[in-house]
């Protein structure tokens, strides 16, 4: 307590109650600044910041497959950079790029993103793809977006490749760990995403 406080409490006690409205705005001026302060202290110290936490994330794993279509040019038609390449060596970019030709590969036939879900782009990551909303804002547990990033998840009556969808005959690997962390806290504290 400091000492206004204390003072406007021993005053409560014995002043008359015409004072006791004096003495609540002082009060209240006096805890509102401090109260207020300190919710933005908590929030600095563990909130997920989207920009430098969580946009990374999707970037480097994510929105290679789930980008508007029109993004990187072609993005479909047969034969995309890399292609199936057996050397599977260093093809343009990232593993030669998703997928490539193959028949229903990773990122799909080319018509637009994969699982109709962009991560590019915040209305359109919020709408979410396919099988509705990914996100939930506020619930991870019930986000299938967050759902993908360790296992397979039911949607509706289909059953939705764990995330990132690995390429074709390889493992499921999942990102690390303290992503997957990162992302569930930025869904519970309400995924918030501003605008770029
Ligand atoms: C190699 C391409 C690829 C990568 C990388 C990838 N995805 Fe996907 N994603 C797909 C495909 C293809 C689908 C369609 C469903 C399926 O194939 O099971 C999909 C579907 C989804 C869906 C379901 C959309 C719906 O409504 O059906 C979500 C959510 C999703 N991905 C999230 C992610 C997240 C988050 C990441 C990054 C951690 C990621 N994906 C990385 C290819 C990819």
Redesign the pocket.
């Known amino acids: 307590m400091n000492p206004i406080q204390s003072a406007v409490a021993s005053f409560k006690s014995y002043a008359l109650p015409a004072v006791v409205g004096v003495a609540g705005c002082i009060a209240v001026a006096g805890l509102l600044v401090p109260a207020r302060a300190a919710e933005k202290d908590a929030k600095a110290e563990k909130g997920v910041d989207f920009v430098k936490d969580i946009q990374p994330?999707?970037k480097e794993?994510?929105v290679?497959?789930?980008k508007a279509p029109d993004a990187r040019g072609p993005g479909r038609g047969p034969g995309g950079p890399g292609g199936a390449a057996p050397a599977g060596g260093p093809g343009p970019g990232p593993g030669g790029g998703?997928?490539g030709r193959g028949p229903g590969g990773?990122?799909?036939p080319g018509r637009g993103p994969?699982?109709?879900?962009r991560?590019d782009d915040k209305a359109a990551a919020m709408k979410?793809?396919?099988?509705?909303a990914?996100i939930v804002p506020g619930k991870a547990e019930d986000s299938?977006?967050y759902k993908?990033?360790t296992a397979p998840a039911k949607?509706g009556d289909d059953e939705?490749?764990a995330?990132?969808?690995a390429?074709r005959g390889e493992e499921f690997k999942a990102?690390p760990d303290d992503q997957i962390k990162l992302i569930k806290q930025w869904i519970d504290e309400g995924a918030k995403w501003p605008k770029q």
């Open positions: 994330i999707f794993s994510c290679k497959c789930h998703p997928g990773p990122g799909g994969a699982g109709g879900f991560l979410g793809g396919k099988h509705g990914a299938l977006l993908l990033l949607a939705v490749s995330m990132p969808k390429k990102i």
